[in-house]
């Protein structure tokens, strides 16, 4: 927001000063003087912050700047390393989260929101899908805790007086491992359609070890018989099948 208001006031001098008279070559801009320096100044910011403008204010001013894309991917489940703040207290191994290119965006965002301002981090109400241990240990107030470069989920125990949180994710490794460039994080490794991360690369065997563990006890017996996935839940059909909710309400059988 503080750079978007340099840039108004900025672009407010210039039509001010423009209507006065002054010669183009004497605007002043953020980066420097002259109408076309405000402009291009403007435009990479819009354009960098994802605006699209379709190619309306291209002009020898601004050209080459190009529209800050969110990196397109198929959504996955991050199962992220977790811990309680005291290492005596006990709290969730692992958390998952639906990584989507809408949830990539918004770390971009607030990533970059924190460079502008100066910002330590920013806090968002939002939540993991679920917490290893959530309803043993009761989590509550999930919160996601973005910094300059990377993020992490925090909650509590209902009757506790200690944070819970999961290992801090660098946002740009999240992007490489999400569109699957040559650019590898060992922390990272994708086990069928899952992908885990660990804050140490030795650490990454345990975690899915006890992910994948815990997993085939708590889903014996409940798989879905028309996509063969695991489920907490499933339907019974009028034909004797059994299906999860959600081919249950793509009219499945």
């Not at 973005?146 to 007086?161: G, I, L, Q, W």
């Not at 991360?197 to 018989?225: F, K, V």
């Not at 028309?226 to 999860?244: A, F, K, Q, R």
């Amino acid at each position: 927001m503080e750079k978007c208001t340099e840039l108004l006031a900025a672009a407010t001098t210039a039509l001010r000063d423009l209507y006065a008279g002054y010669p183009e070559s004497e605007i002043a801009a953020p980066s420097g003087k002259g109408v076309k320096v405000l402009l291009r100044d403007l435009v990479a910011y819009l354009r960098g912050s994802g605006f699209d403008d379709e190619g309306s204010w291209d002009c020898d001013a601004t050209e080459g700047i190009e529209v800050r894309k969110t990196p397109e991917f198929e959504p996955f489940t991050l199962v992220v390393e977790s811990h309680p703040i005291n290492e005596f207290d006990d709290g969730p191994a692992y958390a998952e989260i639906r990584v989507t290119p809408q949830f990539v965006e918004r770390l971009l965002r607030l990533s970059k929101l924190c460079k502008e301002r100066g910002l330590e981090s920013v806090t968002t109400d939002d939540a993991v899908d679920r917490w290893d241990q959530e309803d043993e240990l009761r989590i509550i107030g999930n919160s996601l805790r973005v910094y300059r470069n990377d993020f992490c989920f925090e909650a509590y125990p209902k009757h506790a007086d200690y944070n819970v949180e999961t290992a801090a994710i660098d946002i740009a490794s999240l992007v490489s491992v999400a569109a699957r460039r040559s650019k590898r994080d060992t922390r990272f490794r994708r086990v069928g359609d899952k992908v885990f991360y660990a804050s140490r690369e030795e650490s990454l065997d345990d975690l899915i070890a006890r992910y994948e563990g815990e997993s085939d006890g708590e889903n014996e017996g409940a798989t879905c018989d028309e996509c063969g996935c695991h489920t907490d839940e499933v339907i019974g059909c009028p034909d004797g099948s059994e299906i999860c909710r959600q081919c249950f309400d793509q009219g499945a059988h």
